[in-house]
């Protein structure tokens, strides 16, 4: 029973590493970016698939799926490139830079969060709201997704409390990809 979990656990994870690198292999020629930054930059598209946000999320249905990125202009970038032209849920997907200094914007829906001092104000921030928030690094309060490296892998942390706190429904099958 065991084994077979295990082989379950590994095909899914197969599954998604080969989504995520079909998707780079779709992804417009841009210039050269740190593999580790478009590796990010497909994994924030590709979980964003597996989330339903409560309808109060967007202000009208048609409404973007805002992506904020807050300490990494470079990954901004590299998520605009990567973003462009693709849906989520029939959302089309705006990327915008996050000043970390300054206060989060309303109507985020995902916002991604790097190593620093204002990792915990930023996350405080949106605590209350519907924001999937994925944060670089050891898995931290307040964070939804953790994006651990592993060598040349990014690793999945969920954290099923938080992503019920932000209201937010996770697709089993990104469940259980997740490294804990």
Not at 19 to 37: C, G, M, W
Not at 68 to 81: K, N, P, Q, S, Y
Request: contains cysteine; proline residues 7%; hydrophobic residues 50%.
């Amino acid at each position: 029973m065991a084994s077979s979990f295990s082989a379950a656990r590994r095909a899914r994870q197969a599954v998604l590493c080969l989504l995520i690198l079909a998707d780079a292999a779709q992804a417009r020629a841009a210039p050269v970016a740190a593999p580790e930054r478009k590796l990010k930059a497909a994994y924030l598209y590709r979980v964003a698939t597996f989330v339903d946000w409560p309808d109060a999320a967007f202000p009208r249905p048609g409404s973007p799926l805002n992506v904020g990125v807050a300490g990494d202009d470079a990954l901004a970038d590299e998520a605009e490139r990567y973003m462009a032209g693709r849906l989520v849920h029939g959302h089309s997907l705006a990327v915008q830079r996050i000043d970390p200094a300054r206060a989060v914007p309303p109507g985020l829906q995902v916002l991604y969060v790097a190593p620093g001092a204002a990792r915990t104000r930023l996350l405080d921030a949106v605590r209350s709201r519907p924001v999937l928030t994925v944060c670089d690094g050891a898995p931290v309060q307040g964070c939804v997704i953790g994006l651990v490296a592993d060598g040349a892998h990014l690793r999945l942390h969920i954290d099923r409390p938080e992503a019920l706190a932000a209201q937010l429904r996770i697709s089993a099958r990104l469940l259980a990809l997740s490294a804990w």
